[in-house]
């Protein structure tokens, strides 16, 4: 039987503080003192997790499908959350990611790479006001809404990922030791891809299930990253955008609507259909 909005979210929470767990026994297990990773059976169980829950996910989203739930292509019907708990969720999610932003920014400083850093926390800053706002102009009437506004807001945690996937490749240049950055460069990927995905209503190209099945799985592994150690900005920034995904499944999974759904005109051209 196809789960509820709220069943989504708590299962997505719950299955997430399982992959912090697996994660954070890891990393307390399998590490010596001298940060060298050894033979541990949480070497199998983190990825053994990790495409369980792949699967799991992706089963979730079939029992809709089976069902004949589709997701509206329309931004103003896949997305619309007029309700105030909504309210009340986007604005702390993109305030939490606003305020993780601006820690990191005290802390840039003195860090090696403060550059790359500093431009993470801008992206982060930009990616925690469009959320809201997105979400916002997906409540909008017909003659008040506001689609070039939706485009940025839609392409920021895009460029945010794509952004730490890099400075994590830089701070982790020399390092040997692929277990101590691995699940972050999955998850950092992961959300880079699901926030794409949930985009594409803003762009007119709708992939509804592959965009519900993406943020759930992207979810998990942003709560299992945040077992690693990083600055508390970061940490602050990582858990908002893992809440921000289950929101969106969250509001995704109550727009679901039963039978054949009118699909919006695709747009023409390369950089509308990018």
Known sequence: MPKSPLQNGVFLCAAGAFGVFFRWMQ???AFDDAGLAGPSVWNVIVPLSIVLAAWLYR????????????????????LRNDRLLYAIARWTFGG??????LLLLAKAETDKYAGFLRLL?????????????????ANRAPEDRRPWLCIPCAVMPVLFFAWWLICCYRQNSINSVIWSYAVDVLAFSAAMFAFFRA??????QPTGARAMTACMFASYLCFMSLASERYMGMQL????????LVLYVWIMTANLLRGQVEEPEPQTGGFERL
């Open 27 to 29: 990393l307390q297990l």
């Open 59 to 78: 089963r979730f989203v079939r029992q809709y499908e089976k069902a004949a739930m589709e997701l509206p292509g329309d931004l103003y019907q896949a």
């Open 96 to 101: 939490l990611m606003c305020l993780g932003a």
């Open 121 to 137: 926390s801008l992206l982060g800053f930009l990616t925690g006001l469009s959320f809201p706002f997105l979400l916002g102009e």
């Open 199 to 204: 985009g594409g209503f803003a762009f007119r």
């Open 237 to 244: 920034m990582l858990f908002a955008a893992a809440m921000m």
